[in-house]
């Protein structure tokens, strides 16, 4: 079972201020349906089942929390506003990498803790829902950097170049996969293919290659105020599943949520 690590500030202040002491957390906790294999003042550990992937998120675990012990009742529903962004998927991307699904949320406040979060529930559906990327590959940018709409679509791997993530050097994709961590890890992902996916807006800059890296560009800090969320993937029930999860962990700290339309074009 996957494991993950939560603050335990982090979940008590999710919890609406709600005063519980670790013995308490460590009586109820187990009664969830997660083995609690750590915790302390400052983090605790968890084991989840692989049915409830809602729960690799410290948000989907307090939802699940606060439902279990009626501290919040009812089924929760979040409101997903229109918006004008589109994400056009090219007929390039259908034998690689074909399904696609994203989101807007505006108005979002990251602290530290919402940063950390993020990033683990990226990297933790990665390995377990995703199938170390294969299935499901999710990409979080900061839209203030960019210009919808944007375009899903399959690229020759020298033909384009940008400066992927936690780098300052551009590279094109096949420098990417031969010289960046991520690419090395990840390249196996790609064996075989004769064009990479890439996600670009509309002045062509390059917000992901996925299922290897994002983009430099669209890095998300505190400062950051508003997102865009796209998942690409080899089943599009996994890919909706994965950015349900995202958008709704990301709403619980605030945030609006908007919808992106996806539009195929044709050969």
């Given at each position: 079972m996957p494991t993950v690590e939560f603050a335990t500030e982090d979940l008590l202040n999710l919890l609406g201020g709600k005063d519980l002491s670790l013995t308490e957390?460590?009586?109820?906790?187990?009664?969830?349906?997660?083995?609690?294999?750590?915790?302390?003042?400052?983090?605790?550990?968890?084991?989840?089942?692989?049915n409830r992937p809602d729960m690799l998120s410290i948000e989907g675990?307090?939802?699940?929390f606060k439902g279990f012990f009626?501290?919040?009742?009812g089924f929760i529903d979040y409101e997903v506003l229109k918006s004008d962004i589109?994400?056009?998927?090219?007929?390039?991307?259908?034998?690689?990498?074909?399904?696609?699904c994203a989101a807007q949320i505006d108005g979002v406040k990251i602290n530290d803790f919402g940063l950390r979060s993020l990033m683990n529930v990226q990297e933790k559906l990665h390995t377990t829902?995703?199938?170390?990327?294969?299935?499901?590959?999710?990409?979080v940018h900061d839209s203030d950097k960019l210009t919808p709409p944007y375009t899903y679509k399959a690229v020759k791997p020298d033909s384009i170049s940008f400066i992927p993530l936690d780098t300052q050097d551009e590279m094109n994709l096949i420098e990417i996969l031969e010289k960046h961590p991520k690419g090395v890890d990840y390249a196996f992902t790609l064996e075989g293919a004769e064009k990479y996916p890439i996600i670009v807006d509309s002045q062509q800059n390059v917000l992901s290659f996925p299922p290897i890296i994002n983009g430099e560009l669209t890095r998300i800090t505190e400062e950051t105020k508003n997102l865009f969320i796209e998942v690409t993937g080899k089943s599009q029930l996994a890919v909706d599943q994965a950015l349900n999860i995202v958008v709704t962990s990301i709403a619980d700290r605030g945030g609006k949520i908007k919808s992106v339309e996806i539009k195929h074009k044709k050969q």
């Open positions: 957390l460590e009586e109820s906790i187990p009664m969830i349906g997660v083995s609690l294999e750590e915790i302390d003042e400052e983090k605790m550990v968890l084991e989840v089942f692989p675990f307090v939802r699940a009626g501290l919040e009742k589109t994400l056009y998927v090219d007929p390039s991307v259908e034998k690689i990498r074909p399904f696609v829902h995703g199938r170390n990327r294969v299935k499901v590959a999710i990409g």
